[in-house]
């Protein structure tokens, strides 16, 4: 079984500034993709950015990127140029696919951190 | 751009009484999925449903919770007798089949046993 864990409950940081989300994670598995949701006051959750596994390549999506370290089994978000409407709970999650990629759409999400973002 | 739609938004029942919960995924989108997050918890996983039938379930999905399919559209989670423990957000997601898939998640049902 996997746990994802999100050690840090809130963070706030000021408009335009820089701010990082820490997330951890535990499996056996060797394939799986790593997602950020943001899921805003509004309560509906969306997918920020995804990282495949297999992939050094830190993914980057506009203004928000991942430090991805996977033999340290972390999986932190960077939120460059905070803006106010970057203020919301943001989920880690973890997915397992199989060896071709293809994903079985299960779901395992952290704690959540409620971010906001103060003009 | 297509989205998760779930209704009710909100629903309030009595402790013992039977819900249905409503969700219309993303009509080309091939699995289905409910989630719950109890107010201050972390979003679980309940169960996913593929090709008419139930593909995974945790063990929070016990003989009370039930999924279906009823008409190529609509994808419900029936709790047959609720209890206060019930009270909770309920997310349906759906997804396609393939690689990189994401799952698209309906803004919620708020579901409270009194």
């Known amino acids: 079984a996997q746990t994802v864990t999100q050690s840090q409950p809130e963070m706030s940081v000021q408009e335009a500034e820089t701010v990082t989300l820490s997330c951890t994670y535990d499996?056996?598995?060797?394939?799986?993709?790593l997602f950020w949701y943001k899921q805003p006051p509004s309560r509906q959750m969306i997918l920020v950015i995804r990282?495949?596994?297999?992939?050094?390549q830190n993914a980057t999506e506009n203004r928000f990127s991942v430090n991805f370290q996977k033999a340290a089994k972390s999986f932190s978000l960077k939120i460059s140029d905070s803006q106010l409407g970057d203020t919301a709970m943001y989920f880690c999650?973890?997915?397992?696919?199989?060896?071709?990629?293809?994903?079985?759409?299960?779901?395992?999400f952290g704690q959540g951190t409620i971010l906001t973002v103060h003009p | 751009e297509p989205e998760v739609t779930q209704t009710p938004s909100h629903q309030v029942t009595q402790m013992g009484q039977e819900v249905i919960l409503r969700c219309v995924p993303i009509?080309?989108?091939?699995?289905f999925y409910w989630y719950r997050q109890i107010l201050g918890q972390k979003v679980e996983f309940l169960v996913s449903?593929?090709?008419?039938?139930?593909?995974?379930k945790s063990e929070i999905f016990d003989d009370q919770f039930s999924v279906e399919r009823p008409d190529g559209s609509n994808f419900t989670l029936k709790i047959r007798s609720t209890k206060l423990e019930d009270s909770a957000m309920y997310f349906c997601?759906?997804?396609?089949?393939?690689?990189?898939?994401?799952?698209?998640f309906g803004q919620g049902t708020r579901l409270t046993v009194v």
């Open positions: 990282q495949e596994a297999y992939k050094q």
């Open positions: 999650a973890f997915m397992k696919h199989d060896a071709g990629g293809t994903s079985y759409g299960k779901l395992t």
């Open positions: 499996t056996s598995e060797n394939n799986y993709y």
């Open positions: 449903f593929y090709n008419n039938e139930i593909s995974e």
């Open positions: 997601a759906s997804s396609d089949e393939g690689m990189n898939t994401e799952a698209f």
């Open positions: 009509s080309n989108h091939l699995y």
